[in-house]
C-alpha cells in the first residue's frame, strides 16, 4: 500500500518561494522513499495552472489541490478531495494571514481531524512575532500564540527548525508528544562532496532586504573584501540598487537564477555574505544554501536569540573577527567552508526525509 501524504502551504510558484520550495524538494525526497504527496496551497489568489517540479527519479509530478477561497469548509473540502493519511502543514502564520492569525486554517484542520482521524504533522517554521510595545504586535502577538498553541495541540507529531524553539518553547507544551527539531535544507540543492573553491569570489544571495543589509554593513566597512581578500563579488537574485559606488566594479548582477545555476555559483565561491541574527542561523535558507556548498558564510548581523548550535569561527565567521588580527593571520576560509559543510550534511534532504519517515511511523 503506497503512503500517502498532503502537505499544505501558502504559495507554490514556479520562482523563488522560500516555504514551497522546502516543501517541493522534501515531496521530491518523499518520493524517493515510496510516499506521495498531494499538495493543498492556501492563497487562493494565486494563478493556477502550474504543476510541482518533477522528483529527481523521474516519477510524476505531485498533485496539487487550490483553496478556492480562505476558509475553514474550503479547507475541509480539499482535505477530502486529496483523501491522504497524513497531514504536514508548513506553518508560518503571516503566509496564511495578514495578521499572522489564520484562525480558518486551525479551524478547518480541527474539523477534518474530528471527522476522520487522520494523523496531524506541524512543521513550524516560524510561531508568532515578538510584541513590541509600541506597534500592534504588542494586541496581536497573543492571538497569535493563541493559534499556533491550539495547531500544536491537535497535531500528532510536530517539526521545528532551532534546538531553542523546540527545547524552550514547543515541547515544554507537551513533553510526551512525538518531535524532533532540524535545521531547514538548502532550497538550491547540496552537494555530495566539498568542492575545490575559486579564490577570491564571493557571492550575496538572498531576500532584497537582506541584501540591503549586507550593502549597508559592507559601506560602513569596506576594508572586508580586502580583509578577505575577496576581488569578485556576484549578486544572485532581483538586481539591487543598493550596491555601494566602490564595489560596482567588482561586482556582477546575475539576476534570477534557476537552482543549478545558483548551484553552480555556490559551488565556486569561497565565501558568502549574509545578515542574520546569528542566534537562529539554524533556520536560515540562506546560510543553509551556503552550507550545502562548502562556502564560509561572512555574518554581517548580530545576534538577538543568544547562542546557536553553530560555533562562530568554525562554521561561519562574524564581523567581529574580521577585527581579530590574530584570528585572521591563522584561519582558512575552505576549512570553515568545510567544517560548515560536514554540519549540513547531518541534516540535508535525505536526512530531513527520514527524520520525518521516522515520525510518521512513530504515531501511525
Not at 510561531?127 to 500564540?145: A, G, H, M, N, S
Not at 523546540?166 to 512525538?178: D, G, I, R, T
Not at 564595489?247 to 559551488?267: C, W
Not at 560555533?311 to 562574524?318: E, P
Request: proline share 4%.
Amino acid at each position: 500500500m503506497v503512503l500517502k501524504v498532503v502537505q499544505i502551504v501558502p504559495s507554490l510558484v514556479p520562482g523563488r518561494d522560500g516555504l514551497g520550495d522546502y516543501a517541493s524538494k522534501l515531496a521530491m525526497a518523499l518520493n524517493d522513499k515510496g510516499i506521495e504527496t498531494t499538495f493543498i496551497v492556501a492563497n487562493h489568489l494565486q494563478e493556477s495552472g502550474w504543476t510541482s517540479e518533477p522528483s529527481k527519479a523521474g516519477h510524476e509530478t505531485a498533485c496539487r489541490v487550490q483553496l478556492q477561497n480562505d476558509t475553514a469548509s474550503s479547507l475541509v473540502r480539499a482535505l477530502s478531495v486529496a483523501d491522504a493519511q497524513y497531514v504536514l502543514i508548513h506553518m508560518a502564520a503571516y503566509g496564511y494571514d495578514e495578521k499572522g492569525i489564520p484562525v480558518w486554517l486551525v479551524d478547518g484542520l480541527e474539523d477534518y481531524q474530528r471527522r476522520t482521524k487522520t494523523k496531524i504533522v506541524s512543521i513550524f517554521h516560524e510561531l508568532w512575532q515578538e510584541p513590541v510595545l509600541w506597534k500592534k504586535t504588542v494586541i496581536r502577538w497573543y492571538f497569535q500564540y493563541r493559534e499556533i498553541r491550539r495547531l500544536f495541540d491537535i497535531s500528532d507529531g510536530f517539526v521545528t527548525n532551532t534546538q531553542r524553539r523546540f527545547e524552550q518553547v514547543l515541547k515544554p507544551w507537551n513533553s510526551a508528544k512525538p518531535g524532533f527539531w532540524m535545521p531547514v535544507i538548502s532550497n538550491v540543492g547540496e552537494l555530495n562532496e566539498f568542492p575545490c573553491k575559486e579564490g577570491g569570489l564571493g557571492v550575496v544571495f538572498g531576500l532584497s532586504s537582506g541584501k540591503s543589509r549586507i550593502y549597508e554593513a559592507l559601506r560602513s566597512r569596506p576594508s572586508i573584501l580586502s580583509t578577505l581578500r575577496i576581488s569578485k563579488l556576484v549578486e544572485i537574485g532581483s538586481s539591487s540598487s543598493d550596491v555601494p559606488g566602490p564595489l560596482r566594479a567588482i561586482t556582477t548582477l546575475a539576476g534570477q537564477l534557476k537552482d543549478e545555476a545558483v548551484s553552480d555559483f555556490l559551488t565556486r565561491a569561497q565565501y558568502g555574505f549574509i545578515h542574520y541574527d546569528s542566534g537562529v542561523l539554524e533556520k536560515s535558507g540562506v546560510f543553509n544554501a551556503y552550507a550545502a556548498h562548502g562556502v564560509c558564510a561572512v555574518n554581517l548581523g548580530k545576534s538577538k536569540s543568544g547562542a546557536s548550535t553553530l560555533v562562530c569561527g568554525r562554521n561561519y565567521l562574524s564581523s567581529l573577527q574580521l577585527n581579530d588580527a590574530e584570528f585572521l593571520a591563522a584561519f582558512d576560509p575552505n576549512e570553515i567552508g568545510r567544517s560548515a559543510f560536514n554540519w549540513y550534511k547531518g541534516h540535508n534532504l535525505s536526512a530531513m526525509a527520514d527524520s520525518l519517515v521516522k515520525l510518521i511511523r512513530a504515531i501511525a
